[in-house]
């Protein structure tokens, strides 16, 4: 089962790589109600899809051929939305080296990102588990991954925002940037802080009330530490966002490169220290660093960015879960 699995995988590879180019192409023409008017149907059938089939008795391979039709599908459904949205594309290929270049840069770049980010989000785990014991990494995992929730709010503003900066940054409006850059900064710090507060203050009784006392006891002091990790991680999105539709994915996969070496040490130091909330106190450290060293890349960025380098960006986009 595992090797058909594996190959019905490879196939569904082609449509999801489709799939995320022709989401780029509405959202870049600001046209997020079709957006998430297929993507909410498409998230719903995956998991709907394997309830229902598995139910019936069928196996793993058909269940997942059934998904990879159903991403096809998807595919069809989408390729239409951006006919009826951009009348004018024209769908050619130019095999340029001279046009191909930049998409290969940029997307070798956030490659980069988007290896070492959930190196730096699970490593932790790996670490509890060596050294604390398994029973460990799940007193860690459950407040983590119900804190880590509140960053789908910074995510989704930075979506919307992500294009519009694009098509500023080609147009070289620096005013228009900077003041949406302050915007969206303080829109996302307004719409967290509230929850964070409430998690640092309630979070132990959240925790109780969720797991039972075992889990409060043990990640109590996590779910605080964590919670005010998670203010300034929220606060990272923002830089975060505005170097890679900058055109400057580099910096950001340096900085994850130099973290990953720095959070090694630290963690394995806290977490043989203190345990749960050791890797609670590394994780906060981390993103606490990632966040001062994107808001100081960004205003360099923001003083002296190239139009011409921010105008391959919406072309190579994709789903970018970071920072994390």
């Known amino acids: ?18 799939l995320l180019s022709l989401r780029g192409i509405l959202e870049a023409a600001q046209r997020f109600d079709l957006s998430n008017g297929i993507r909410i149907p498409s998230s719903v059938a995956t998991f709907l899809i394997p309830a229902v089939a598995a139910s019936r008795g069928f196996g793993l391979p058909s269940i997942v051929t059934m998904l990879l039709v159903t991403r096809i599908i998807i595919c069809v459904v989408m390729t239409m939305a951006v006919r009826s949205s951009v009348p004018g594309l024209r769908w050619t290929l130019h095999m340029k080296w001279a046009t191909m270049r930049p998409l290969f840069v940029f997307g070798g770049w956030m490659s980069i990102s988007n290896v070492v980010s959930p190196m730096l989000v699970y490593l932790d785990r790996f670490m509890l588990g060596g050294l604390v014991g398994v029973a460990a990494v799940g007193f860690y995992t459950a407040p983590f991954d119900g804190v880590m929730r509140l960053l789908i709010i910074p995510a989704s503003l930075m979506g919307a925002v992500y294009p519009s900066i694009s098509a500023l940054a080609a147009t070289g409006d620096h005013q228009a940037i900077h003041r949406v850059y302050s915007q969206a900064l303080r829109k996302t710090i307004g719409l967290l802080i509230v929850p964070t507060l409430v998690l640092a203050i309630a979070g132990p009784w959240l925790l109780r009330l969720w797991l039972g006392e075992t889990f409060a006891s043990q990640g109590q002091t996590a779910i605080r530490i964590l919670a005010f990790g998670v203010l300034l991680n929220a606060a990272a999105h923002v830089p975060s966002g505005f170097i890679t539709a900058l055109g400057r994915p580099d910096i950001k996969a340096k900085l994850h490169l130099a973290e990953l070496v720095l959070h090694i040490p630290i963690a394995w130091l806290l977490i043989g220290k203190f345990g749960v909330p050791g890797a609670a106190m590394a994780w906060t450290i981390r993103v606490g660093l990632d966040c001062g060293l994107l808001f100081a890349a960004s205003r360099r960025v923001l003083r ?10 919406e072309v190579v986009r994709t789903l970018d879960p970071e920072p994390c």
Do not use: N, S, Y
Not at 304 to 313: E, G, K, L, M, S
């Open 1 to 18: 089962e595992a090797l058909q699995v594996f190959r019905v995988l490879a196939l569904m590879i082609p449509p999801t790589v489709i």
């Open 304 to 313: 002296d960015f190239d139009p011409a380098r921010a105008a391959t960006v």
